[in-house]
C-alpha cells in the first residue's frame, strides 16, 4: 500500500464547476499536511497547508480528518488557471511523503 | 523570494557515464533535498542533507551519492548512469529542523536522459 495514495484523474471540469480532490495517507502519526500545485514542466509549489480545523483561502478549502486518514481539497468556481496537477504532502516524523498527484483540467 | 536554482534543464548522457546534478539555493536553508519525479510514482526522496557536510539517504539512494560542502550548494551524482536513472530530478530547500514540515521550495528540475 503506497503510504499517500491520491486519484490520478483526470479530473475535467468546465469553468465556474466545484471540484473536490481526496487524498489518503497510512501512517496515522503524521504531523502536519500540505497540498501543493503543479504546473506542466514547472516544479511544484505550495498551495496551502491544511490545519485540523480545516482553513480556506479564497476558493479553495483544505480540511483534514484525522480518525479517517484523509485530506481534502476543494476548489470553487473553478477558473482556467487552475488547471494542474495537485499533489498532497503529508509529513511524517522525518520524511516529507508527497502522493503522486491528481490532474485537473479546467476547460471554458 | 525564495530562489532554487539547478544547473541544467535538460540533461542527455550515456550509460556507465558519471553525471552531476548541482543544486544552489539562496536562502540560508538548513535543509536540501534531492527527488526523482516519475508518472504515476509521485517524488521519491533519493538523499536529503541538514547540514553541511551532512546526508540521510532517502527512500531510494541506490546508485546515487550526495555532497554538501557548502551550505547553498547540494550535488547530486550518479557513478554510472544507468537506463533506470532516467527521470526528473528535483532539487529542494528548506528551512528549520528536517522533518519540521516546513514549506519546500523547489528547483526548476533537470530533466536527465540516459541513452
Known amino acids: 500500500r503506497k503510504e499517500v495514495e491520491q486519484d490520478p484523474g483526470p479530473f475535467n471540469v468546465p469553468e465556474g464547476a466545484t471540484v473536490a480532490f481526496n487524498c489518503t495517507y497510512s501512517?496515522?502519526?503524521?504531523?502536519?499536511f500540505f497540498w501543493y500545485r503543479q504546473d506542466c514542466r514547472k516544479e511544484p509549489k505550495l498551495l496551502m497547508s491544511v490545519y485540523s480545523s480545516g482553513n480556506e483561502d479564497g476558493r479553495f478549502t483544505a480540511q483534514l480528518n484525522r480518525a479517517s486518514q484523509y485530506i481534502s481539497l476543494l476548489i470553487r468556481d473553478s477558473k482556467l488557471s487552475d488547471s494542474a496537477t495537485y499533489l498532497c504532502v503529508v509529513n511524517d516524523l522525518n520524511d516529507m511523503r508527497f502522493g503522486a498527484g491528481t490532474r485537473l483540467t479546467v476547460k471554458p | 523570494d525564495v530562489k532554487v536554482t539547478q544547473s541544467s534543464r535538460y540533461l542527455v548522457k550515456r550509460t556507465g557515464e558519471k553525471v552531476f546534478l548541482e543544486c544552489v539555493q539562496d536562502?540560508?536553508?538548513?535543509?536540501m533535498f534531492w527527488y526523482r519525479q516519475d508518472p504515476g510514482l509521485g517524488l521519491r526522496l533519493i538523499y536529503f542533507s541538514y547540514d553541511v557536510k551532512m546526508k540521510e539517504k532517502g527512500d531510494i539512494p541506490e546508485g546515487y551519492s550526495v555532497s554538501r560542502e557548502k551550505k547553498e550548494r547540494f550535488s547530486l551524482i550518479l557513478e554510472s548512469a544507468s537506463t533506470n536513472q532516467t527521470s526528473m530530478y528535483l532539487c529542494?530547500?528548506?528551512?528549520?529542523?528536517?522533518?519540521?514540515?516546513?514549506?519546500?521550495?523547489f528547483g526548476p528540475g533537470t530533466r536527465l536522459t540516459v541513452l
Open positions: 501512517n496515522s502519526a503524521s504531523q502536519s
Open positions: 536562502m540560508d536553508h538548513e535543509n
Open positions: 529542494a530547500s528548506s528551512r528549520g529542523l528536517a522533518g519540521g514540515g516546513d514549506e519546500q521550495f
